[in-house]
């Protein structure tokens, strides 16, 4: 088996160990960084992203797998600086103000990270003008916008209506996720886009990418 299958299937596996190993390895070969990236860990987070999708691994496995595909990328980040693989884009994640609940929004942000996205993640209650600035100063394409409490969907509201307001809405897609939200609220509101989960946020992202 080449390095490249024994790195993406160490990663599914969710072997931290031998990630970091393996990715060694194949940099002692004269294998690229940019190509132990593309073809081993963006390959294997791939299938843990789309077995997830299915049901057939969940988020513990999901998890382990992420901390396999950062013992890699520890090693490749130094040697690929500047190198636009590293990042497909940049992504703001967060909970809306008044929510402190973070689960699913963690695991969109490791799905994003594992389909090759920078993920700026500021965490849970967060007032909407920080959504803003931080895609602004950072130069993001995405914000990403998360709740479980019914009572904070008009936060992500303000979000979009800040967006307007200071002029980035047509240039930043703002996503919107979380149990009580739907695609009809998303375009009530004017959410670029309702992901119903972390592989959907995934998709819904690369298909913005693929267009611009």
Same mark, same amino acid.
């Given at each position: 088996?080449?390095?490249?299958? $024994?790195? %993406?299937? %160490?990663?599914?596996?969710?072997?931290?160990?031998?990630?970091?190993?393996?990715?060694?390895?194949?940099?002692?070969?004269?294998?690229?960084?940019? $190509?132990?990236?593309?073809?081993?860990?963006?390959?294997?987070?791939?299938?843990?992203? $789309?077995?997830?999708?299915?049901?057939?691994?969940?988020?513990?496995?999901?998890?382990?797998?992420?901390?396999?595909?950062?013992?890699?990328?520890?090693?490749?980040?130094?040697?690929?600086?500047?190198?636009?693989?590293? %990042?497909?884009?940049?992504?703001?994640?967060?909970?809306?103000?008044?929510?402190?609940?973070?689960?699913?929004?963690?695991?969109?942000?490791?799905?994003?990270r594992g389909a090759g996205y920078?993920?700026?993640?500021?965490?849970?209650?967060?007032?909407?003008?920080?959504?803003?600035?931080?895609?602004?100063?950072?130069?993001?394409?995405?914000?990403?916008?998360?709740?479980?409490?019914?009572?904070?969907?008009?936060?992500?509201? $303000?979000?979009?209506?800040?967006?307007?307001?200071?002029?980035?809405?047509?240039?930043?897609?703002?996503?919107?996720?979380?149990?009580?939200?739907?695609?009809?609220?998303?375009?009530?509101?004017?959410?670029?886009?309702?992901?119903?989960?972390?592989?959907?946020?995934?998709?819904?992202?690369?298909?913005?990418?693929?267009? %611009?």
């Amino acid at each position: 088996m080449e390095l490249m299958e $024994q790195i %993406s299937e %160490s990663l599914q596996k969710g072997d931290a160990p031998a990630v970091d190993r393996l990715t060694r390895d194949a940099l002692e070969q004269g294998t690229a960084p940019g $190509q132990i990236l593309d073809d081993g860990l963006l390959v294997g987070m791939a299938v843990i992203g $789309q077995k997830f999708k299915a049901h057939e691994v969940f988020l513990p496995h999901v998890l382990l797998a992420a901390k396999a595909m950062y013992a890699g990328l520890d090693i490749l980040g130094p040697l690929m600086e500047g190198d636009e693989r590293l %990042s497909r884009g940049k992504v703001v994640i967060g909970t809306v103000q008044g929510d402190i609940h973070d689960i699913g929004k963690n695991l969109v942000g490791i799905m994003l990270r594992g389909a090759g996205y920078e993920v700026i993640d500021l965490g849970k209650d967060v007032a909407p003008a920080r959504f803003i600035d931080v895609a602004i100063e950072e130069d993001a394409q995405f914000v990403g916008l998360s709740t479980l409490l019914t009572t904070t969907r008009p936060v992500m509201k $303000q979000v979009i209506e800040l967006a307007r307001e200071r002029g980035i809405y047509d240039k930043v897609r703002i996503l919107v996720g979380g149990a009580p939200l739907n695609r009809a609220y998303a375009e009530e509101i004017g959410a670029h886009a309702y992901c119903f989960d972390g592989m959907n946020a995934v998709d819904c992202v690369n298909g913005f990418m693929n267009r %611009s």
